[in-house]
């Protein structure tokens, strides 16, 4: 795909997301609503439930968005020569081309040292950009990670600010070998960056790199993690995040959850957050236009006799409407009501929620998988997936969108599966853990 392809498939992508916008001037708040997947609960039976807070961005304004602020670290060592390294130069080229002059750019290589070829700052003179970046970008040396993106971090905080998109691309094809090397020492700048308000959004080429590595830094900041399987690949990749950047609509993203009434939350589905005796708290860096994201959490509810309603949780949600540069500020509280009829259970069960809170189990089960793959134990892992799909397709669900949510998400397995049956270990093992982060974050899927 070449670059004036890229540039009109981002001009599709944003004349789809502002389709709505142009019809009607929208209202500009987020959608947000709490479910559980059993409003109504059994009396005296204690089971676990699940709760949905969802929140779904509004449409983008038709004739603006947000300023960006994009730092990209590029990794220039040995093992990106040849194909590599000309389309990470492409794809550096795409991001000054595509930006404009209210944005803000930096561009990071490393090898076994750090350079900054471009400084944080405005983008005034796109030519001498591209001119600096096709001389600067040749292949040699190691691969200092850890320095990598922390000089990202620090070129993109010189213009920090809470009304534009804050984002670094990592893209690296190898293993950290120079300086700080352990998943959990680069998911540490994953959180210093998500402190900042910066997401980083990491791209692994080929089979060489550290997936759980790569995942865990975008993983703590809330940005993307993208297999790129194929260096003609790396292209779309860059042209679907720039999709992603250029439509976020809402920012640091708050959502706290109060169980109450003898109510216990067991464990969160899906997003990292925080559980505190009763009190849930899950940060979102990001909203995109049209997107849902959400929280689910499992809980046990308190038991109760027929007939009676009791309060389950105070959910309070907030984030910086970047449209109105106002923070906005949402609750609701959500009550479980108690039966003796079995049939009013079942009927009132929300299929939504079930689909998903069946998706995250799912994506639990599949990071067992990783496990088994790893200890070289490939049926097995084989037989999870399936066992996985096997379970989505059996959900029992009748309405026709939640239905065909879960039967997607099998396919996904299914394909996953063959997948292993017809790639490398590493390949197949990439692929899963892309999948894996996709369905955990609820990231968009079509790369």
């Not at 990598?148 to 950290?176: T, W």
């Not at 609509?249 to 589905?269: F, S, T, Y």
């Not at 449209?323 to 259970?345: C, G, L, M």
């Not at 959900?395 to 397995?413: G, I, T």
């Amino acid at each position: 795909m070449n670059l004036k392809h890229l540039f009109a498939a981002l001009a599709f992508i944003l004349l789809a997301l502002t389709a709505n916008a142009s019809a009607q001037q929208p209202v500009q708040k987020v959608t947000i609503k709490s479910d559980l997947a059993s409003p109504v609960m059994l009396e005296n039976v204690q089971e676990k439930n699940y709760l949905k807070v969802s929140l779904t961005g509004f449409p983008l304004s038709a004739t603006r968005r947000s300023p960006i602020n994009l730092a990209l670290v590029i990794d220039r060592s040995g093992s990106m020569g040849g194909d590599r390294i000309q389309q990470a130069t492409e794809a550096a080229v795409m991001a000054v081309n595509t930006l404009s002059s209210q944005d803000t750019l930096s561009v990071v290589i490393y090898d076994d040292v750090v350079d900054v070829i471009v400084p944080a700052g405005k983008l005034n003179n796109k030519e001498k950009l591209i001119s600096q970046i096709r001389e600067r970008l040749t292949p040699r040396g190691g691969t200092a990670l850890f320095a990598g993106v922390s000089r990202g971090i620090k070129e993109a905080s010189k213009y920090l600010d809470k009304a534009q998109v804050n984002r670094i691309i990592l893209l690296s094809d190898g293993q950290a070998n120079v300086g700080p090397s352990s998943t959990s020492e680069l998911a540490e700048l994953g959180k210093i960056a998500a402190r900042k308000g910066i997401a980083v959004t990491t791209m692994g080429i080929g089979e060489g790199y550290n997936e759980d590595l790569m995942a865990a830094i975008a993983q703590y900041s809330d940005g993307n993690h993208v297999f790129v399987q194929n260096t003609d690949a790396l292209e779309k990749a860059f042209a679907h995040e720039f999709g992603d950047v250029m439509s976020v609509v809402a920012q640091d993203v708050m959502v706290e959850i109060k169980v109450d009434n003898g109510a216990k939350p067991l464990r969160l589905l899906g997003r990292e957050g925080d559980i505190h005796g009763n009190t849930v708290s899950v940060k979102l860096n990001q909203l995109y236009a049209n997107q849902e994201k959400y929280v689910m959490l499992e809980v046990l509810p308190a038991k109760g006799d027929a007939t009676q309603s009791k309060p389950l949780a105070e959910v309070k949600v907030s984030y910086d409407n970047l449209a109105t540069h106002q923070k906005d500020r949402w609750d609701e509280s959500v009550a479980i009501r108690y039966t003796a009829s079995a049939d009013e259970v079942q009927k009132a069960q929300v299929e939504e929620v079930v689909v998903d809170s069946a998706i995250q189990k799912s994506a639990i089960q599949n990071e067992q998988a990783l496990k088994l793959i790893d200890e070289g134990k490939m049926d097995e892992a084989k037989a999870v997936l399936q066992d996985s799909a096997n379970a989505l397709n059996a959900l029992p669900v009748r309405a026709p969108a939640p239905k065909k949510k879960a039967q997607a998400s099998a396919e996904e397995n299914l394909k996953l599966l063959e997948k292993m049956e017809s790639e490398s270990k590493e390949a197949s093992r990439k692929s899963l853990k892309e999948q894996s982060y996709k369905t955990k974050n609820q990231s968009s899927k079509s790369n």
